[in-house]
């Protein structure tokens, strides 16, 4: 121990890696801020390097040679604030950032603790993760978290914890222990928003700015988790290596206690997002929800659903109470591809009846699909463009590259049939993930459509050197665009179909450059500040300009 325990409380840091609300970081903090000095830490890494390899998958490749000036300033920092304990939250493709940060810590604080949390310690890769901390958390972490911060409190360890859920090192042995029961979610603080405990690390281009802020404070949107877990076995998803397929829901009255304690900080949200796998559709739990949300929230809000739980009733109740966006995985239109290699249950024709009666209520859907799966062929495409066809707009699309994490279902069974080597399981290599252009989804999102520049421009590329493949993409991508007439759309499905490609090569280029115009500095930053203004006036958008400068966030 670095030996800083002030008045019984030891001094602690919780990291946040990348992008995003980070819900467990927060929820963690609230449950151990009373027993220990505990600070929250915010990483954030971007660079202009093209991220996206000719495979569609994000090489998340950052290090240390990538961001030297970043962890220099990192370690100093870190040298001042003299943490005992630092717990970081990591997922696979997080890795690099993950080795890189825990050598700082192991520079700066030599005798700090460090703990490692999230999915890819825990079900992924536990022991290599131990190679770069003291402890994994094998475990939903916050009876364990708060259990290790007292014993490690109480001073000298001269034996193993063995605290449940905890793999350790002790004496050049590791220690596993087994996992209690699974928490009670009921008794779950309101996880921490503000406070002079939040720091955010930002660095582009190798330029870092640290700021004692939650920006959380300023967003129009907040994360919500109504419960835990997922009844579905998805072969692609972390989920199917999970061993638990229970699923634990909080009571509604909890629910909206904790919306109306986070609404009481976050003053300038305008929509919720349920973050949950699934949103409970139990007729019971349903019928409060919208009763209670409606008469004590009543923001508008987006939900998750699997194919085959929404009737027009139950979207009748959801609209009522707010619901302006679902969010549907259909990942293809091959009937046999769902069934045998995603491991789902629905068919194309319920796809189609459950559009129907979205788009009849006008609730904005948007669809999630995989690409770049080498179990599936022309014939398959062919399948997916024609179900997307059939869709009923208003809806907006999402494709995600299909990533090959360790451990998962779908690896095996692709190592197995040849399609990858072991060499190709590398966990810093993610899914891409882009989203059709839209205009009434619930929350804006033309910044991130940068991605979708360098995606439309590697396809279109592609189908330049005849690969039909990425034709059936592209085509498949435009139903999605809210500013390409359909009828245009079904104008270059046919020639795809015909096999002339050299139209849609044309066509591409000119939406190509569409996407390029749309994504420029200065119409990004111009689109932004409009917002800005429509919402907050002339006065704040000054303010966002000068913290732009001032902080480039």
């Known amino acids: 121990m670095s030996g800083h325990v002030q008045n019984g409380k030891l001094k602690c840091l919780l990291v946040g890696i990348g992008g995003g609300y980070h819900y467990n970081i927060r929820l963690l903090h609230s449950i151990v801020k009373q027993k220990s000095d505990c600070d929250i830490l915010f990483l954030q890494f971007s660079s202009n390097k093209q991220l996206i390899g000719s495979d569609l998958r994000v090489h998340f490749n950052k290090d240390i040679n990538d961001f030297n000036k970043t962890f220099a300033f990192l370690t100093q920092w870190l040298q001042g604030r003299q943490y005992d304990l630092i717990g970081v939250s990591l997922m696979s493709h997080n890795w690099s950032l993950f080795v890189s940060l825990t050598r700082s810590i192991r520079e700066s604080l030599p005798e700090c603790k460090i703990i490692a949390g999230g999915v890819h310690p825990w079900h992924v890769a536990t022991l290599e993760t131990l190679k770069h901390c003291d402890y994994v958390c094998a475990s939903e972490g916050e009876e364990l978290l708060a259990s290790l911060i007292g014993r490690l409190s109480a001073g000298i360890i001269d034996a193993p914890l063995r605290i449940p859920g905890l793999v350790e090192k002790f004496n050049n042995e590791v220690i596993t222990t087994s996992a209690g029961a699974s928490v009670e979610i009921e008794d779950m603080p309101v996880p921490t928003y503000g406070g002079d405990n939040i720091y955010y690390l930002h660095s582009v281009e190798d330029n870092p700015v640290l700021t004692n802020y939650d920006y959380m404070l300023d967003s129009g949107n907040i994360f919500v988790h109504i419960g835990r877990g997922c009844p579905y076995k998805c072969s692609y998803c972390i989920n199917s290596v ?5 699923m634990r829901m909080r009571t509604v ?13 976050c003053r300038k949200v305008e929509n919720i997002f349920f973050m949950d796998e699934i949103f409970p559709m139990r007729n019971n739990y349903l019928q409060e929800f919208v009763e209670k949300y409606r008469d004590n929230i009543g923001l508008p809000f987006q939900v998750t659903l699997y194919p085959g739980m929404l009737t027009e009733e139950k979207l009748v ?3 009522h109470a707010g619901l302006k966006e679902i969010t549907m995985g259909v990942q293809s239109g091959s009937e046999s591809t769902i069934k045998n290699i995603f491991t789902r249950t629905y068919t194309k024709e319920l796809i189609i009846k459950e559009n129907e009666i979205v788009a009849k209520h ?12 080498p179990f599936e062929t022309v014939k398959d495409y062919k399948e997916t463009l024609e179900l997307i066809t059939r869709l009923k707009r208003q809806y907006y699309l999402k494709f ?13 069974k692709a190592l197995e049939a040849g399609y990858i080597r072991e060499a190709d399981i590398d966990p810093s290599i993610s899914y891409l993930d882009v989203t059709t252009p839209h205009k009434k989804a619930i929350a804006e999102h033309y910044y991130v459509e940068e ?5 439309n421009r590697v396809i279109l590329n592609n189908v330049k050197a005849n690969s039909t493949e990425d034709a059936y993409y592209l085509i498949m991508s435009y139903y999605g665009y809210w500013f ?4 245009i759309v079904d104008y270059f499905q046919k020639q795809l179909i015909k096999g002339d490609l050299s139209k849609i090569v044309h066509f591409g280029a000119v939406i190509n450059t569409i996407l390029s115009i749309r994504n420029s500095i200065v119409i990004k930053r111009l689109r932004y500040l409009v917002n800005v203004m429509k919402k907050e006036g002339i006065i704040n958008v000054f303010k966002v300009v000068y913290r732009k400068i001032t902080t480039g966030v």
């Open 253 to 265: 009255d909890k629910l909206i206690s904790e919306i109306k304690a986070i609404l009481s900080v």
């Open 362 to 373: 006008k609730i904005m859907i948007y669809y999630d699909f995989i690409i770049r799966n």
């Open 317 to 319: 109740l959801l609209k």
């Open 451 to 455: 991605g979708l520049v360098q995606w």
């Open 484 to 487: 390409i007439p359909k009828r």
């Open 400 to 412: 995600y590259t299909l990533a090959f994490f360790p451990e998962h279902p779908i690896t095996k």
């Open 242 to 246: 999970f061993t638990e397929k229970k």
